[in-house]
């Protein structure tokens, strides 16, 4: 800042030391101010991700542009080869023949459940898989409805492969529990893991009625999700929290980053949010069929709300808000024992939380 550009009408004339001493001082003001903005934006741009709420049929053209000759749609032709090896590490290796190193195959035939909870988790997470079978997915028989639950895991990385190897095994003899497909389990794979418990629903449950895929750090109130169930339409359904009209990043230090030449549209269209969603058990063989038709982004959410798009089959939003929960919702018995899902702070809450909630005793206060 320059002393010429204080008019002269200022009363005293500014020594050195005085406009020095303001120059930083504004300096600094205006320091904290942008980076509180920088903050504020991130969050808001993260929120516009999950919620933003546009005039959707106006992007309508600009998604069948895309998922049209194109876009992100594979021509037939490249089908065969070029699948297992992306153009780009935006994209998956998906659709592709991945192979079962675990597998239970007769569960459901067995079981014969209602609806099968799919929790994927990374093959060194044993941590979150004893957390989800001491609490909700513990819970096998819910209001007279058999409830399956099945954890998918894919291939551990290189380093130390053989000795994690050697303990899913066990961890798999003792529970009976784990898929695993030999696809390497990251987090830019997801897409696949998700495609793999569509493909494993279509051949090994697919007389179940819905499955749930829900992430392992997750509340999950069984009961709730039952009672919305039982008045759910059984063809056609998904549903969890439904983003609408969601912005696609365009900022390269985001999780969700996309460009523009893999993902010219601005807008996705609308999917349920990967932290859990619901789906009846007709949906996974479209859900394949779909997706060889579009080019498999790594959001697995965002992707299956592409190919539900290229099915043309409307997402369920539920009317209830308060059922599926993006934002962690702090413990409260009565909110506990009415919501669906919520994510949580750490998986110690989550066993707390759920403890609590199966004590006797009423949940709400009359
Ligand atoms: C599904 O039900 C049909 C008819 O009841 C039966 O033949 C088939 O084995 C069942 N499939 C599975 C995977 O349980
Ligand atoms: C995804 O899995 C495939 C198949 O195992 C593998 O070739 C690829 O390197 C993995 N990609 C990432 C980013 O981990
Ligand atoms: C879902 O439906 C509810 C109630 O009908 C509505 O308030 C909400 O805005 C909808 N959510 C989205 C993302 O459109």
């Known amino acids: 800042m320059m002393k010429t550009k204080f008019p002269g009408s200022i009363r005293c004339r500014c020594s ?4 020095g001493f303001l120059t930083l001082l504004t300096s600094a003001v205006l320091l904290l101010y942008y ?3 920088i903050e504020v934006s991130k969050i808001w741009s993260e929120m516009d991700r999950i919620m933003k709420k546009t005039t959707f049929t106006t992007e309508t053209a600009a998604l069948n542009g895309y998922l049209g000759a194109s876009g992100l749609q594979w021509t037939p032709s490249a089908l065969p080869g070029k699948p297992c090896q992306p153009e780009t590490t935006y994209l998956v290796a998906y659709p592709c023949k991945y192979h079962y190193i675990l597998n239970e195959l007769e ?3 067995n079981e014969k459940p209602f609806l099968v909870l799919m929790v994927p988790v990374t093959p060194n997470n044993r941590e979150a898989r004893d957390a989800v079978r001491t609490t909700w997915g513990s819970e096998k028989m819910v209001m007279d409805k058999v409830v399956s639950l099945f954890f998918l895991l894919g291939q551990p990385g290189h380093e130390g492969r053989e000795e994690m190897q050697q303990k899913i095994l066990q961890e798999s003899e003792e529970h009976h529990d784990i898929i695993q497909s030999d696809f390497l389990d990251s987090y830019k794979n997801l897409t696949i893991k998700t495609m793999v418990i569509m493909e ?4 090994y449950c697919q007389n179940a009625t819905y499955a749930m895929k829900i992430d392992s750090d997750m509340f999950l109130n069984v009961n709730s999700l039952i009672n919305m169930l039982l008045q759910a ?13 969601a912005a696609v990043s365009r900022d390269p230090s985001s999780k969700w980053y996309l460009p523009k030449d893999v993902f010219p549209a601005d807008f996705y269209p609308p999917y349920a949010l990967g932290l859990g969603y619901v789906i009846s058990l007709d949906l996974p063989n479209k859900l394949i069929e779909g997706a060889k038709h579009v080019k498999a982004v790594y959001i697995e959410d965002v992707f299956l709300g592409l190919c539900m798009w290229y099915l043309r089959i409307p997402l369920t939003n539920q009317t209830d808000q ?3 929960n993006y934002f962690t ?7 506990y024992s009415k919501l669906i899902a919520t994510t949580t702070h750490s998986l110690q809450d989550q066993v707390n939380f759920w403890k609590e909630l199966k004590k006797p005793g009423p949940h709400c206060q009359p």
């Open 16 to 19: 050195l030391l005085q406009v």
């Open 35 to 37: 980076v509180k903005l």
């Open 107 to 109: 569960r459901c035939q």
């Open 200 to 203: 494993w629903l279509a051949t």
């Open 233 to 245: 339409p059984r063809k056609n359904f998904i549903t969890g929290l439904v983003a609408i009209g």
């Open 322 to 324: 308060s059922l599926f």
């Open 329 to 335: 919702v702090p413990y409260n018995r009565c909110r």
